[in-house]
């Protein structure tokens, strides 16, 4: 019974994967050149991985007791990248 709840609760993401599959293809017949892509993703999730995952991380680690300034590298993170 476990197995259809959980296929219950990812048939509501089908129209998130559709559109995100759409938006993915357009920009494949869009763009010749792979590279201009991959630069700009990779200096998105680069930007991530340095200024907002740690913050993320450390507030999920140090639960309650997580002083609310280290949460403001996310939005400097967002901005830089």
Same mark, same amino acid.
């Given at each position: 019974?476990?197995?259809?709840?959980?296929? %219950? /609760?990812?048939?509501?993401?089908? $129209?998130?994967?559709?559109?995100?599959? !759409?938006?993915? &293809?357009?920009?494949?017949? *869009? =763009?010749?050149?792979?590279?201009?892509?991959?630069?700009?993703?990779?200096?998105?999730?680069? %930007? /991530?991985?340095?200024?907002?995952? $740690?913050?993320?991380?450390?507030?999920? !680690?140090?639960? &309650?007791?997580?002083?609310? *300034? =280290?949460?403001?590298?996310?939005?400097?993170?967002?901005?830089?990248?």
């Amino acid at each position: 019974r476990r197995a259809f709840r959980s296929l %219950a /609760a990812d048939a509501s993401r089908v $129209p998130l994967i559709v559109a995100l599959l !759409a938006v993915i &293809a357009a920009v494949a017949c *869009a =763009v010749e050149d792979i590279g201009v892509v991959v630069g700009v993703s990779g200096a998105l999730l680069g %930007a /991530a991985i340095v200024y907002c995952f $740690p913050p993320l991380i450390y507030g999920r !680690a140090r639960g &309650a007791s997580t002083p609310q *300034a =280290v949460y403001g590298l996310i939005p400097l993170g967002a901005f830089l990248g």
